[in-house]
C-alpha cells in the first residue's frame, strides 16, 4: 500500500509563489514510472499541470510552461512543485499522483488527497 502525502498548499496574492511536496510513504520498495501534479478547480474536471518519468523527462501543461517547475528527490521518493507568478485561474486543489509498477508487471495509480492553493488578494 502508498500514502500520498502532500503539503505546500495555501493562501497566496497574485504574482506571488508557493511550493507544494508530495512523499510517497510505502513500506514497500517502489518502482515509479513517473508521478505529477494535477488540479481540479470548482466545476471543472481534473487536469494534468506538470508529470516527471523515471527517467527525468518533463511534461507541463501549457498554461502552466515557464511559470511552475517539477522537480524530484528519488531517494526519499518526493516530488515538488514550483509554482510562481500565480494567477488567480490557478486556484484549485491540486493532488499528487504515482505511477508505479507491481510486481506482477501492472501498471498502477495512487493518489492523494489534495491540497487547496487559493490566488487572490
Known amino acids: 500500500q502508498v500514502q500520498l502525502v502532500e503539503s505546500g498548499g495555501g493562501l497566496v496574492q497574485p504574482g506571488g509563489t508557493l511550493r507544494l511536496s508530495c512523499a510517497a510513504v510505502?513500506?514497500?520498495?517502489?518502482?515509479?514510472?513517473?508521478m505529477g501534479w494535477y488540479r481540479q478547480a470548482p466545476g471543472k474536471e481534473r487536469e494534468v499541470v506538470a508529470i516527471?518519468?523515471?527517467?527525468?523527462?518533463?511534461d507541463y501543461a501549457d498554461s502552466v510552461k515557464g511559470r511552475f517547475t517539477i522537480s524530484r528527490d528519488n531517494a526519499k521518493n518526493m516530488i515538488y512543485l514550483q509554482m510562481d507568478s500565480l494567477k488567480p485561474e490557478d486556484t484549485a486543489v491540486y493532488f499528487c499522483?504515482?505511477?508505479?509498477?507491481?510486481?506482477?508487471?501492472?501498471?498502477?495509480?495512487?493518489w492523494g488527497q489534495g491540497t487547496q492553493v487559493t490566488v487572490s488578494l
Open positions: 516527471i518519468r523515471s527517467g527525468g523527462s518533463t
Open positions: 499522483n504515482l505511477m508505479r509498477w507491481t510486481p506482477r508487471g501492472e501498471l498502477l495509480s495512487d
Open positions: 510505502s513500506e514497500m520498495v517502489l518502482s515509479i514510472n513517473a
